[in-house]
């Protein structure tokens, strides 16, 4: 056996006479264990409410997303639509969108109406949000679904017959309006569900048939804001945004979910990486006990230190075994921090010990890239900690 590391394990198990060394070693221990669990569990927990919060977009948003690059609109042609005919492409919707100004009894709100075809939910799951009233039913044409932070803005409710839903958009032209009453197009809805996703979902969209928000914007019938697509496989993304790119040429753009939501997936990620830094920077603090547990064990083995000094044990070796000593002690608890939080997180996962709400648990997930982490970042530093404290051994202790 190596000899430095046979002697740091004995220092490692053995008692000191010293009781407060024994005291200090546990408490450097134990804060590595309380270390590991908390790094570990915030980054469970974090990698829970991110795929909590993608999951509310993938109800909102298709794999793939087909615009122009100039202007708002264009025609959707044959040869658009045999281009789309491809085994990647499972279904595709057409849609159109614009800023609109709505106004119910005195109440005015600026959201986005969106205008959908019949395919639209073989795209996204838009009904499976919806908890009061109904999704767009085919034969009203004047149909809406609406947010729920828009219901609250307007106080406005489903199936209300008595008073529309009134949607302006501004008449396409330049210079001064002159006349306001003129100066914009005009339609009536009649909000038959509302949905409920995010709050900033919640104030931005208003959803009606496509016919209906062709006719706001005076768009002909071949006329539309964007394409949207369910892919038959999210391993096929890169490819099909290639094909798409190649065949529709430089006038239209495609965006995948992540690009269409990138601020949020950047949002998440600092947080993520900031939560990460400030529990690294507690493990450090905590890795300081760590050191003065060491020094106090060369302080209290000086003798022993001095006797295999003159034995033949160089001071490199000697400086090994507290380094090693330190490294087998942030082991340990590594160890029994890392086995504790993963069944914590587990028996989370499964059985919900901690709940938001009395029918929603605190979102946690089981990552093995997460463990990786956890222990890279503790065994680095425990190592570094260790190397710290063994450079306080000199000849002068030794001699």
């Known amino acids: 056996m190596n000899f430095p590391l046979y002697i740091a394990k004995r220092y490692l198990l053995s008692k000191s006479s010293n009781n407060a060394i024994n005291i200090i070693t546990l408490i450097a221990t134990i804060g590595v264990i309380v270390s590991a669990i908390a790094l570990f569990i915030v980054l469970s927990v974090f990698s829970g409410l991110k795929n909590f919060s993608l999951d509310f977009i993938r ?41 609109a100004f ?3 009894r005195e109440k005015q709100h600026i959201a986005v109406i969106k205008g959908i075809d019949a395919n639209y939910l073989l795209v996204n799951n ?27 803005i307007l106080s406005l409710g489903t199936y209300d017959t008595e008073e529309p839903l009134k949607v302006f958009v501004p008449k396409p032209g330049k210079g001064y309006i002159n006349n306001p ?11 038959i569900g509302i949905f409920k996703l995010t709050e900033d979902l919640d104030s931005k969209y208003v959803f009606s048939n496509l016919e209906m928000a062709q006719k706001l914007l005076k768009y002909e019938p071949k006329r539309i804001s964007a394409i949207e697509l369910k892919l038959t496989d999210d391993n096929s993304i890169d490819e099909t945004v290639s094909y798409l790119k190649n065949t529709l040429g430089t006038n239209f753009k495609v965006e995948t979910r992540k690009q269409l939501n990138a601020v949020f997936y950047k949002m998440i990620n600092t947080e993520n990486i900031v ?14 006990n760590v050191i003065g547990a060491i020094v106090m064990m060369i302080l209290d083995k000086r003798e022993n230190l001095k006797t295999l000094f003159s034995v033949g044990v160089t001071l ?46 605190y979102p946690v997930e089981f990552k093995m890239m997460n463990v990786i982490i956890v ?11 260790a190397k710290i404290a063994s450079n306080r051994i000199s000849n002068k202790i030794i001699q």
Not at 128 to 145: C, Q, S
Not at 181 to 191: D, G, H, R, S
Not at 325 to 340: D, E, K, N, R
Request: charged fraction near 15%; charge should be neutral; include cysteine.
């Open 59 to 99: 109800v909102s948003d298709p794999d793939l997303k087909i615009s122009s690059v100039k202007g708002k609109s264009f025609l959707f042609t044959d040869t658009i639509q045999s281009k789309l005919q491809n085994d990647n492409i499972a279904h595709f919707t057409k849609v159109v969108e614009e800023k």
């Open 102 to 104: 709505f106004n119910y």
């Open 126 to 152: 838009m009904d499976t949000a919806v908890y009061t009233g109904d999704w767009l039913i085919k034969e009203y044409t004047n149909a809406a679904v609406i947010g729920n932070g828009i219901s609250n």
């Open 181 to 191: 009453k003129t100066a914009f197009n005009q339609i009536n809805l009649q909000p």
């Open 275 to 288: 939560s990460y830094l400030v529990f690294t920077l507690i493990l450090i603090i905590a890795l300081f």
């Open 316 to 361: 490199q070796e000697i400086r090994r075994v507290f380094i090693l000593q330190g490294f087998l002690l942030t082991l340990v608890g590594l160890g029994i921090g890392l086995s504790i939080a993963i069944i914590f997180v587990l028996l989370q996962q499964k059985f919900g010990l901690i709940m938001i709400t009395p029918t929603l648990a």
């Open 375 to 385: 222990m890279c970042t503790i065994v680095l530093l425990g190592f570094l900690a």
